[in-house]
């Protein structure tokens, strides 16, 4: 196990002026699980590459442990990366194609062969050892692509969108498996995925980019519910935070035919004469009072329904989503009020997107 830090770590591919990854500074402890998330283009994978010496680094550095790895060849890093793609030798065997780095790296017949089957035991592929990738299934080539990184034993996993080409049921499944596998083994890993959700179900911290820029990185607990600017509220959750610019009035900002209060400091310091306001859908409720909008869509969920319709008021027409209870739903086309529950309220400044409360 090791630390991974990277030091204001910039990549600027040829032929572009603008950083793909833009001054980096990013610690992840020993034996952590670190989600990088992002939209696409956001930088996240160009910093795995980087992390994994398959990208160069233009300025900073990354260090494994206390090591500078910055100039030193992917082979020598002692990291282990696991694709989008399977990436397997179709003429190979499973015990083949895990064990394969291995062979090449000069090790005894025997003790791949005990490493191999370990890997296997764990991850469940003992029975499919000799199989070839092509009689394997989607879940079960993702599990070998995981053993030949498990097999090296190194200090760093790195995962790549392993689970991108998996259909839904079998991804819910799968990150699982990954989760628990890195709590088994205690290696620090970072992870890259564009799907918040995974990002919120299996890492111990998340780290949240854009355009090359690094948001925010904590719990994500915290990210939910703290995010730092209407970026990472947007972002984090599903579905997605609420976002409205609400104009200030007295004592606070006026949503429908309510005021909800805001402090006087907070109203003080504002740039302008609106504050962004962030609401969970879980946090609105149906009134008789508050934002008043139109009812486009209902989707029930067993328990829970969640209400798609449209802000009658301040800032009209933009999107508003709330879940209420699925057993009595309003009516498509009908109108409702809606109020956030008191202390559930984010707000952000509207000009430099940042939270001020």
């Known amino acids: ?16 002026t603008k950083p793909a990854v833009d001054c980096l500074n990013l610690q992840i402890e020993e034996g952590e699980f670190l989600v990088l998330v992002g939209p696409s283009g956001c930088g996240k994978s160009t910093s795995l590459r980087m992390l994994a010496g398959l990208e160069d680094v233009n300025s900073g550095r990354i260090l494994i442990g206390d090591r500078d790895v910055t100039q030193v060849p992917p082979k020598d890093r002692d990291i282990a990366m696991v694709f989008q793609s399977y990436a397997l030798y179709p003429h190979m065997t499973v015990a083949d194609n895990m064990g394969f780095a291995l062979k090449i790296a000069g090790m005894s017949k025997d003790e791949i062969k005990k490493r191999v089957a370990e890997a296997a035991e764990i991850l469940d592929l003992t029975e499919f050892l000799g199989r070839k990738p092509k009689a394997l299934s989607g879940g079960q080539r993702q599990r070998v692509a995981m053993g030949r990184a498990i097999v090296r034993n ?115 310091a504002a740039t302008g004469s609106s504050l962004t306001v962030g609401m969970r859908p879980e946090d609105l409720s149906l009134s008789d009072h508050g934002l008043a909008i139109t009812v486009d869509l209902v989707e029930v969920v067993g328990a829970d329904a969640y209400i798609h319709g449209r802000a009658l008021s301040e800032d009209s027409g933009k999107p508003v989503v709330a879940r209420t209870d699925g057993r009595r739903p309003p009516e498509k086309g009908s109108t409702v009020h809606l109020t956030p529950k008191p202390d559930h309220v984010h707000l952000f400044d509207s000009v430099s997107g940042q939270r001020v409360s």
């Open 1 to 16: 196990m090791a630390t991974v830090t990277f030091e204001n770590a910039t990549r600027i591919y040829p032929g572009s």
């Open 154 to 268: 190194p200090q760093v996993y790195l995962m790549d969108e392993p689970l991108s080409n998996l259909d839904a049921k079998l991804r819910v499944q799968t990150r699982t498996q990954i989760g628990t596998l890195q709590r088994r083994l205690g290696v620090t890993t970072v992870y890259v995925t564009h799907d918040q959700v995974e990002a919120m179900t299996m890492g111990d911290r998340v780290a949240v980019l854009k355009d090359g820029l690094l948001m925010q990185v904590g719990t994500p607990r915290h990210l939910y519910d703290r995010p730092d600017n209407v970026f990472v509220a947007g972002f984090m959750g599903s579905p997605a935070m609420n976002l409205l610019e609400l104009t200030m009035a007295d004592g606070g900002v006026r949503m429908g035919d309510i005021v909800l209060p805001v402090e006087r400091s907070i109203l003080d």
